[in-house]
T-cell receptor, first 113, second 112 residues
């Protein structure tokens, strides 16, 4: 069975500083990997996805993530954050064609001036 | 702007009421999903529809009844809910079940 671990429940960061959100997964088969962002009182927005191919994935709003199969990780990075990046970020894994997404517990990013 | 539209945005109901949540997408997606999200928690999958047929029911109590009238619409019928059912209910859709899911903004449900 698949599982997803987001190692940090909250990450405080100053505006214009870089940020990295960590995500590790466990699965015995090939997986699809996703990062979603949830702003207050909104649904989830897809930031980026890894389905196959290049292990460095670029997404929206300047975010990127790297799939590392040997370390079973899919960490999210942004070189310079804005106040508007304050939100909850979820890593998610799907290991089958049934569409069952397993979410991590989430990481709250708080950007301050 | 979200391409998955959920109505209503907010719903308050008593434990004996019957209500329905509605979800609509016009992206031609053939898979649709219902999730439940409690505060400060990740979404939990409830149901998956693929090509208008129910393919996954994650052992959801029968007081929640999903319906997919056509490929663009997904309903969730609610009856005799409990206070612990208060949550944000999210709908999502994807081209196929293995493809990225697009979420609506949800219906915030409160059970009195």
């Amino acid at each position: 069975a698949q599982s997803v671990t987001q190692l940090d429940s909250q990450v405080p960061v100053f505006e214009e500083a870089p940020v990295e959100l960590r995500c590790n997964y466990s699965s015995s088969v090939s997986v699809y990997l996703f990062w979603y962002v949830q702003y207050p009182n909104q649904g989830l927005q897809l930031l980026l996805k890894y389905l196959s191919g290049s292990t460095l994935v670029k997404g929206i709003n300047g975010f990127e993530a790297e799939f590392n199969k040997s370390q079973t990780s899919f960490h999210l990075r942004k070189p310079s954050v804005h106040i508007s990046d304050t939100a909850e970020y979820f890593c998610a894994v799907s290991e089958d064609s049934w569409g069952k997404l397993q979410f991590g517990a989430g990481t709250q990013v708080v950007v301050t001036p | 702007d979200t391409e998955v539209t959920q109505t209503p945005k907010h719903l308050v109901m008593g434990m004996t009421n019957k209500k329905s949540l509605k979800c609509e997408q016009h992206m031609g997606h053939r898979a649709m999903y219902w999730y439940k999200q409690k505060a400060k928690k990740p979404p939990e999958l409830m149901f998956v529809y693929s090509y208008e047929k129910l393919s996954i029911n994650e052992s959801v109590p029968s007081r929640f009844s999903p319906e997919c009238p056509n490929s663009s619409l997904l309903n969730l019928h609610l009856h005799a809910l409990q206070p612990e059912d208060s949550a944000l209910y999210l709908c999502a859709s994807s081209q196929e079940r293995s493809q990225p899911q697009h979420f609506g903004d949800g219906t915030r449900l409160s059970i009195l």
